[in-house]
């Protein structure tokens, strides 16, 4: 028989990693029998995530850096503001993992394993997970493991557009940031390559993480994102030399695909959940709401298979929108996104891409992108779901 949990978690990144505090927040799971597996050690600073959020979270005690105000560029238009009530805050992967793997040290019930799992499979009363280093059988199994090499998947109708980007945490020697401006977007560098911007967030006036990120189907060569770096430092800030204290690379899927519904006991959690932003890459906000409402479930209803809300239907129903204007090159992304950024009160846009929004702010969200492009491309997607 193979050693049985209660529950099993498959990759030990972010959203693995936040079902199991919200887990051992509830004291009517907390003493479940829980495995996590995952084939890094998760030791490294992959990654940085930032995320908007107007009340304190679960993970505030590891909040790197955070801004109060944005500032927006685009050939047209630049605006800087206040976000209140939101705070932009940035996490760092690092502090991330040893945060919960410290926390996790109190807890007796609680194994990791470093292996690679190679398969899952329902069973009658539960589900087996197999991996390189043996087979595991649990009640539940949480998966956030994608097969990302096989993305976008072979004969999908849908859209799919990667987020990449290359980030560097950078200093110079002079004082050229505005520690207190998160640049959010600035669409003032080369769309010859498609939707392109340049994402600075300044810790101070000499350093700061200056990312290239572009929603196109086909990623760069490595060199061309050094490249625009350069030139934005150089063109923006006069700045020619400077030290790299940090760097990351990300493709985040943007796509209206859907990597895997609960089937049975297994249940998708984090992007392998659906749980990045089709219109946005962003996911760590959406990985908080999935993982609470899972916890939550699991002690109101014995189980984790949570219904799709009409407002979760709705905004899906938005992301495609906007995909598929920016994958048919119906309207330029800087366009849509310097018209959103000139019409819309800072706070409502946010609340707009965390899918929180009133009826009457998406209304006038959509008043302030054209009718005549955006609602064919609305009645395109309701009509054939894509
Ligand atoms: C560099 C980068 C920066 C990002 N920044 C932001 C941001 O600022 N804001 C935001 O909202 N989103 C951001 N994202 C998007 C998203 O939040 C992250 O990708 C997030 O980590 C997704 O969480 P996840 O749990 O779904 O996947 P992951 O965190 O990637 O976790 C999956 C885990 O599965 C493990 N694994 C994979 N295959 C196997 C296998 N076969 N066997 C065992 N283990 C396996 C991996 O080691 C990993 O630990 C960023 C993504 C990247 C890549």
Redesign the pocket.
């Known amino acids: 028989m193979p050693p049985s949990y209660d529950y099993i978690i498959?990759?030990?990144?972010?959203?693995?990693?936040?079902l199991l505090m919200r887990l051992l927040q509830e004291p009517a799971l907390q003493q479940k029998k829980i495995l996590v597996?995952?084939?890094?050690t998760?030791t490294s600073n992959?990654?940085?995530?930032?995320?908007w959020e107007a009340s304190p979270g679960l993970f505030e005690p590891i909040v790197h850096h955070r801004w109060q105000q944005f500032r927006f560029a685009a050939p047209d238009m630049e605006r800087a503001f206040s976000i209140a009530p939101y705070q932009y805050k940035?996490i760092r992967?690092i502090d991330f993992y040893a945060y919960v793997r410290n926390y996790c040290a109190q807890f007796a019930n609680l194994t990791f394993v470093h292996?690679?799992?190679?398969h899952w499979r329902n069973e009658q009363d539960g589900a087996t997970v197999e991996?390189d280093k043996g087979i595991f059988t649990g009640d539940y199994v949480f998966n956030?493991?994608?097969d990302a090499a096989h993305l976008p998947p072979k004969n999908f109708k849908g859209y799919f557009l990667w987020q990449h980007?290359k980030?560097k945490i950078i200093q110079t020697q002079q004082p050229v940031f505005d520690a207190e401006k998160a640049t959010f977007m600035d669409f003032t560098v080369s769309q010859h390559n498609g939707t392109a911007f340049m994402y600075v967030l300044p810790f101070s006036n000499n350093t700061a993480l200056v990312e290239f990120t572009l929603f196109t189907e086909q990623l760069l060569t490595a060199e061309s994102y050094d490249a625009a770096i350069d030139a934005y430092l150089q063109e923006k800030h006069g700045v020619d030399n400077y030290e790299v204290l940090h760097e990351?690379?990300?493709?985040?899927p943007m796509t209206n695909y859907r990597f895997a519904t609960p089937d049975g006991h297994i249940i998708p959690?984090?992007?392998?959940?659906g749980?990045?932003?089709g219109s946005s890459?962003?996911?760590?906000?959406?990985?908080q709401q999935q993982t609470a409402a899972i916890a939550n479930s699991l002690v109101q209803r014995g189980h984790p298979i949570l219904s799709v809300s009409w407002q979760q239907r709705k905004f899906r129903w938005f992301d495609s929108v906007l995909l598929r204007v920016l994958q048919q090159q119906l309207m330029p992304g800087h366009a849509i996104f310097s018209a959103i950024f000139k019409h819309n009160a800072p706070a409502a846009i946010l609340r707009f891409l965390n899918n929180e929004s009133s009826i009457q702010e998406d209304l006038q969200i959509m008043r302030s992108v054209p009718m005549h492009i955006f609602l064919p491309a609305a009645l395109h997607t309701a009509i054939f779901r894509k």
Request: hydrophobic share 40%; charged share 15%; aromatic share 16%.
């Open positions: 498959t990759g030990a990144g972010c959203a693995g990693l936040s597996i995952d084939q890094d998760k992959d990654r940085t995530w930032c995320f940035m992967g292996a690679t799992v190679h991996t956030s493991i994608i980007f980030g990351e690379f990300g493709k985040i959690i984090g992007i392998a959940g749980q990045a932003k890459g962003y996911a760590f906000y959406f990985i």
